[in-house]
């Protein structure tokens, strides 16, 4: 069998081409790995949330409070801004359900329809606007945690992070399981 040039010509084409597709493949990889800890970790410039109404404390007379990353609060005013509405606040709720036992609901809420007896508004500290609406039943599963707004490879989200009363949760991070 006798090789010609035009037969090779494929063969190093894909030699040439494998040591930038390990580069492209470990750039992707890199900037991933990093974005996640970026998603993860939160800015310490950002400034705690206040609670704008309704605040709750848990059974030992602590304050109930979370946080909104600043990546949060600045989707949620891009939000705002392109609506028209500066109204708009984040209702973040929890269902039981899901693949760990409770799942995270979270859906755009007009602030004309938060029942000041029920729920709990909390406003990012850095004067952004960004607001996030909880019932009490969801503020005492959420305590302690962070609202962040992620954007991975699978899209972009909302996300719960640090959550202290969780001991699990899926993959995907919309469920997650509690200390008994």
Known sequence: MTITRTSMRPLTRVATMRPMADRAFESLRSSYVHGLDRHISTSSASKA????????????GNEMLIDITSRAASRLKEIMSKDSNPFLALRITVESGGCHGFQYLMSLTNMSAVSSEHDTVFEAGDGSGAKVVMDEPSLELLKGSQVDYTMELIGSQFKIVGNPAATSSCGCGTSFDIKS
Request: no cysteine; glycine share 0%; proline share 8%.
């Open 49 to 60: 949330a206040v609670v704008t109404a309704n605040p709750r404390k848990d059974e030992d």
